[in-house]
């Protein structure tokens, strides 16, 4: 079992940055790849970005690239996503999830197996 805990979402202008933390509790923490995915309302819940157990490999959504970067911390057993010139379509409500069985990371969301409860980005234009 695998406890996620998101934090860092609020209210931010067009333009502006947040950075996500995702703190992981329970398991060996080196053995889950992980990803982003958020979910708008309304809308099905969408992968954002991913990484793998040693954190060597990376992936991005296309509406993402270049503006966000996931990065993960084994020491800590923590997962960020720094987020740049961020946009309305960008807000959501944001989760990490933990995925035991990929090494690398998938933007599948079936396939993952812990997630967190979700933390709330909101873009003003």
């Known amino acids: 079992q695998v406890q996620l805990v998101e934090s860092g979402g609020g209210l931010v202008q067009a333009g502006g940055s947040l950075r996500l933390s995702c703190a992981a509790s329970?398991?060996?923490?080196?053995?889950?790849?992980m990803g982003w995915f958020r979910q708008a309302p309304g809308k099905e819940r969408e992968f954002v970005a991913g990484?793998?157990?040693?954190?060597?490999?990376?992936g991005y959504a296309d509406s993402v690239k270049n503006r966000f970067t996931i990065s993960r911390d084994n020491a800590k057993n923590t997962v960020s996503l720094q987020m740049n010139s961020l946009k309305p379509e960008d807000t959501a409500v944001y989760y990490c999830?933990?995925?035991?069985?990929?090494?690398?990371?998938?933007?599948?969301?079936?396939?993952?197996?812990?997630w967190g409860q979700g933390t709330q980005v909101t873009v003003s234009s």
């Open positions: 999830a933990a995925d035991r069985r990929t090494f690398y990371y998938t933007a599948e969301s079936d396939l993952y197996d812990y």
């Open positions: 990484i793998s157990r040693s954190g060597a490999t990376t």
């Open positions: 329970g398991r060996t923490f080196s053995n889950y790849a």
